[in-house]
């Protein structure tokens, strides 16, 4: 009796959407709704795409690039609209005052899943970059996920072992705090729908360096609150850190 009583339906991912969503839509005569936050559209077949706009009441999308991407497979744009995600302003304030003021040593975070397309690796290489010049910084990690183990080891191997904290996972507010005690955040990932963890760090009051893709692209703004590289260049991510390492007021 319940399901009778549902006004719509509101899938989060594409393959929801269209295993159960769409269905349960057209069975129930209820509309439906999709918020496609997947990243990486290559893992759908394309039928899905140009069905779902037949028959979806609206399909959002957490940023623009991820909406241009949809709309070439399906060349329209009907239906399709952007709304960010949000971020709790209260809690990711920038500190009264930054307590890293060490200014040979600040401090560099990162925060997400610990997965090969978040590109972690390039940030330790660009860290042992920065180290065989003389410029020594602290990087704490925050997350965990399958490339956990190695990029422990690949410190270690890389010598830097010293300088990296890895924290794994942690709490909002534990979050909110480590960005609050930290200099530069790093986003070195190669795919990204939105990145919450960008905006966050931002709304803390760090510039960003991040991999330039479909949700950075949204929310970086290149020379104003942070630097945008192509993903993978561990020379470009080390040269933007150098210059914000070097220049206390540019990093203000």
Known sequence: PLIKEIDCIHAHWIGWAYDVAMPLSSLMG??????????????????????????????????????????????????????????????????????????????LITIGRLDPEKRVSDALRAIKHLSDKGIICRYKVVGDGREGDHLRRLAEELNIDKLVDFLGVQSPQRI????????????????????????????????????????????VVPGVTGYLYEPGSV???????????NDDSLRE
């Open 30 to 107: 209820s509309p439906f709704t999709l918020f496609a936050h997947d990243s990486i559209y290559e893992k759908y077949p394309e039928h899905y795409f140009e069905a779902l706009q037949d028959s979806a009441a609206a399909i959002i999308f957490p940023s623009s690039g991820c909406k241009a991407l949809w709309s070439t497979k399906t060349n329209r744009e009907d239906n399709l609209y952007v709304i960010p995600n949000a971020v709790d302003i209260e809690s990711f304030c920038p500190a009264r005052e930054r307590h890293c003021k060490k200014k040979n040593e600040p401090t």
């Open 235 to 245: 020379e470009a991510l080390a040269t933007n850190l150098e210059s914000l390492i």
């Open 176 to 219: 909110a705090e480590e960005l609050k005690i930290s200099d530069i955040y790093v986003h070195p990932s190669e795919n990204e729908s939105f990145g919450v963890a960008v905006v966050e760090a931002m709304s803390t009051g760090l510039p960003v360096v991040a991999g330039a893709n479909m949700g950075t692209r949204d929310t």
